[in-house]
């Protein structure tokens, strides 16, 4: 048994220590909007926030996550996150999501970069966006939100 702090409640979940973070949260959490993509932190459709810090959560054991805060997307919707809330805004208005997969993860690395970085250049904006890929292509669309989401925040 392990006890996951997951959205700012504790979890205890039955599974091996070694289970990669995102199948705790889909299979035993029933927190189905973190998505399975490649299974090798390649893609950024699974990316939570550990500690603040995003992470590939379908390469994380949940061990990794002993005392330690895991943040999915479904804490920043509802107006629960300031940020989160600011970057869904700004997606609908730029018209973001097209198939709509990537977009848990996109937003989830967009939130952590905006919570340390209150005026990101484009330059910054692309490293923090780097892994988390669109097959729609929505890369400028995706910039456009996150320096929206920036500007309605200051």
Known sequence: MTTLNVNGRPHTVDVDPGTPILWALRDTLGLTGTKFGCGAALCGACTVHLDGQAIRSCVTPISAAAGKSITTIEST???????????QTAWVKHDVAQCG???????????????????PTDADIDAAMAGNICRCGTYARIRLAIQEAARSLA
Do not use: P, W
Request: some cysteine; aromatic content about 4%; glycine content about 14%.
């Open 101 to 119: 997969y990537c977009q848990s993860g996109q937003i989830m690395s967009a939130t952590a970069l905006l919570k340390t970085n209150k005026k």
């Open 77 to 87: 919707t509802g107006g629960k996150d300031r940020v989160g809330t600011a970057l």
